[in-house]
């Protein structure tokens, strides 16, 4: 691919998506880097409620609580909503040209362009201002959420008068503490409103402590210009921190200034009230005597380095090329990566479920990580064993005496959701969470961190399945470990007995925590006699694994999806509009559940993440059971049909999905983009390449591979980490080729040939069988 060519796919224009709501745009657009997330908003908007934005700075991690009102409020339910806080907009300007002022009279706003480099994460946006008075301005605004160092947002605005010569005054200024937008017609947008304090302080840059209410956190914020221009000067006189720019333009002629904001720690609210003036001095420390340029050098560095590791290339389909790229470029920059946060549902793009984490994480966007930036794949784990208290809480509250439950939606660790059906019911998410760290132990081979916190992880959920379950009595369960009254991934069914998933993945966590028990005392660890580990419950773990319960339907050849699945009427699927779906938005959650419809893919997600379990025969009669009653009302969906339909050899249809799901957001497919991106499905498409197109597992013996090219598409590149090596993939319509990229060497296999690579042979290529 030409230089230039290759240059446009990390472009992101506004031509380039056809959807130009603004709330749209302002996510999209949004800069993060795991620890702050600033949508792509209106500058001059604020708090405002005449503009239908909804500008903010959301904190990975910074949230309050409000009290859940219940009709009914049982046992065990939770008692907090936590909501991600939306903080003041760092790209707020006020703007001041003939004594009237952008936040107290209509300016409007038009946007003229807005371009996002994702290879450098700079993004710069034009908008075009027009006062009542009919003066325009032109302001140019590029922007970066530094990447080098995740405390530090970086702007640089210039205004240019269209149509006047004359004085404009410019003000940085944050009188407002909340963002806050209710859109309680939409359950996955649900904001509650969270009161948030705010004290400023002293210092001669503006400064603030922003506390929350009832979490009791507390984190600084702070902003400095980042010039020498004496047109710009602090001011407090009316006991607001602001900078002011007196200005006297030329018609036609641009004034530029860069700020830097710094947003500190999370802390609790004791402690910054305590030692605000030592964390304000830390915040100031990222940004004192540096510049915008060479913050930005800095972060644009980084960035680089994370498309070296993690970059996928689509030759010859440029759009795909965009959408992967777009993809990745959220799901970097989304990741927490200090080990006490994870990746929210909607990145830190917006307030969209509340800002919460959810399965998503470990099944969708983990992946990714564990192949291409181990490191932070650990610490997005190293999130769940510090929270493993408070699913050691919630197993009791759930009346169990030992094991850990982790939730089902959360930011501190502990339940969030009100509605336990679809709720703390998907108690999946344990053994998710255990297989997700038995695949980051497998590729890395960090036995450190198996020891130190992985283990405890899977036992501790393992020990959750043991009380859990039971032995059925009677009926083709008689005899056999079954677990009752569980949610499996599909929302649209609830409380069944023995989900097939739910079954399939606690026994796989069941079998871990033997595996890794005996290899932590083959090597001699203490871990075990301090974790109370017995042989007697190792036993017990074996032999509720071998006699889980797996429900299968004899006559039709078919994994059953629960108990009572196939009883129920299919959805009638030819009586609903085009417009009902997503289902969820139309019908009452009783009226799916007592139908088979899938809002996801649910038993097929077991097939896909245990390739040995199945024959393609019996893949294909799963896929083509579930396919048709599968409405992929979750972008969590298609991905995993993509990677089973090439499993299945069904290339074009695999194609389909991921033409489909490639572009969720681009294209808004699932209408709710607005409220944030979907990352778990971003994290998927990386999966929809790797594990479906280029077909590759990890078994027992190594990486396998099984690629085919779909017939729109001239190559496919990547490469993936495994153990001390990095390896490069290509693949072609005829060939594959692997190239050892870092480390000493290693064995794979493609399409039933071994490839071993090493320093006398870094590349081979293996010619592909016709599939
Ligand atoms: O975790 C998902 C779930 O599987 C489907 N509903 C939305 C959640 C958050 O993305």
């Known amino acids: 691919m030409a230089i230039s ?25 949004a800069l993060a880097n795991g ?11 604020g708090n405002s409620h005449a503009v239908t934005g909804m500008p903010g700075l959301f904190v990975n991690g910074f949230y309050d609580l409000s009290q859940i009102s219940y009709g009914e409020k049982y046992a065990g339910y939770p008692e907090n909503n936590q909501t991600i ?122 400064a603030m402590q922003i506390t929350t209410q009832r979490s009791q956190l507390g984190l600084v914020l702070m902003w400095r210009y980042l010039g020498e221009d004496s047109l710009v000067h602090f001011d407090q006189n009316d006991g607001m921190p602001r900078y002011v720019m007196d200005l006297d333009l030329e018609q036609g002629l641009a004034e530029s200034f860069d700020f830097g904001y710094s947003v500190g720690d999370i802390h609790s609210l004791m402690d910054v009230a305590m030692n605000h003036a030592t964390y304000l001095k830390e915040a100031n420390n990222h940004l004192e005597h540096h510049s915008f340029s060479s913050l930005f050098t800095e972060s644009a560095r980084q960035m680089q380095a994370f498309w070296r590791d993690a970059d996928i290339q689509i030759e010859g389909d440029p759009e795909s090329q965009k959408g992967i790229r777009f993809n990745l470029f959220h799901l970097h920059q989304s990741a927490g990566h200090d080990g006490h946060t994870s990746i929210p549902a909607k990145g830190l793009t917006g307030a969209g479920y509340e800002g919460h984490y959810f399965w998503d994480t470990e099944m969708f966007m983990l992946p990714a990580f564990i192949y291409t930036d181990p490191d932070r794949a650990k610490q997005i784990l190293m999130y769940r064993f510090q929270t493993l208290d408070s699913a ?28 336990f059906p679809a709720g703390l019911a998907q108690m999946h998410i344990n053994a998710d969470i255990a297989y997700a760290v038995a695949e980051y132990v497998a590729v890395t081979d960090d036995q450190t961190f198996l020891a130190e916190a992985g283990f405890e992880i899977i036992l501790e959920t393992a020990r959750f399945w043991q009380r859990m379950g039971s032995f059925g009595v009677d009926g083709p369960q008689g005899g056999h470990f079954v677990l009752n009254k569980v949610t499996g991934p599909d929302e649209y069914t609830a409380l069944v007995n023995n989900n097939y998933y739910t079954n399939r993945l606690a026994q796989h966590n069941l079998r871990l925590a033997v595996i890794f028990a005996k290899q932590l005392q083959a090597v001699g660890s203490d871990k075990l006699e301090a974790l109370g580990v017995t042989d007697k419950e190792l036993a017990d773990f074996s032999h509720s694994a071998d006699e889980m319960y ?32 997503p289902l969820l938005l139309h019908y009452h959650p009783l009226r799916l ?33 579930y396919e048709p009653i599968t409405t992929h009302d979750s972008s969590l969906s298609r991905a995993i049909f993509s990677v089973l339909a090439n499993r299945i050899r069904a290339h074009h249809k695999a194609y389909r999905y991921i033409a489909e ?43 396998v591979f099984s690629p085919h090219l779909p017939t729109q598409w001239m190559g496919l590149g990547f490469k993936i980490k495994y153990r001390d090596e990095q390896v490069e993939v290509h693949v072609t319509r005829s060939q594959t080729q692997f190239t050892l990229v870092h480390g000493n060497g290693l064995t794979l296999t493609c399409d039933d040939q071994k490839v071993t690579l090493n320093e006398s042979t870094p590349t081979v290529v293996v010619d592909l069988v016709d599939k």
């Open 35 to 45: 620890h702050l997330g600033v949508r792509a908003s209106d500058p001059l908007q």
């Open 550 to 581: 797996l429900p299968f339907d004899k006559e039709l050849g078919v994994k059953m999806q629960d108990d009572g699945a196939f009883n129920m009427p299919i959805w009638p699927f030819d009586q609903t509009p085009r417009d009902d779906y």
């Open 5 to 29: 060519e290759q240059k446009r796919t990390f472009q992101l224009h506004l031509q380039d998506l056809s959807d130009h709501n603004p709330a749209f745009l302002e996510t999209i657009y």
């Open 661 to 703: 799901s490639m572009l969720t957001d681009l294209n808004n497919s699932q209408g709710n983009s607005q409220d944030g991106i979907h990352v778990g499905n971003m994290g998927a498409s990386w999966m929809e390449m790797v594990f479906g197109v280029a077909g590759m597992q990890r078994t027992k013996s190594g990486l």
């Open 392 to 419: 050691r809480q919630q197993a009791r509250d759930y009346g169990l005496d030992s094991g850990a439950l982790f939730p089902w939606r959360t930011i501190n660790g502990s339940e969030a959701s009100p509605y």
């Open 85 to 206: 806080a939306q903080l003041p907009d760092p790209r707020y300007l006020v703007i001041e040209i003939d004594g009237q002022r952008s936040d107290e009279a209509t300016f409007t706003t038009r946007l003229v362009d807005k371009n996002l480099d994702l290879e450098t994460g700079l993004l710069n946006e034009l908008f075009e201002i027009t006062t009542p008075g009919g003066k325009m301005l032109q302001l140019s605004l590029s922007t970066f959420a530094s990447q080098a160092d995740d405390a530090i947002f970086g702007e640089s605005y210039t205004v240019r008068p269209l149509n006047f010569s004359g004085s404009v005054k410019l003000y940085k200024q944050h009188p407002y503490i909340d963002q806050v937008f209710d859109r309680e017609s939409d359950p996955r947008a649900v904001v509650r409103k969270n009161g948030l304090d705010r004290q400023y302080l002293s210092a001669d840059f503006p």
């Open 593 to 625: 559940y007592s139908h088979q419809v899938n809002k996801q893919a649910d038993t097929l997600m077991s097939d896909f993440l245990f390739p040995e379990d199945q024959d393609i025969e019996q893949l294909k009669r799963d896929f083509d059971y």
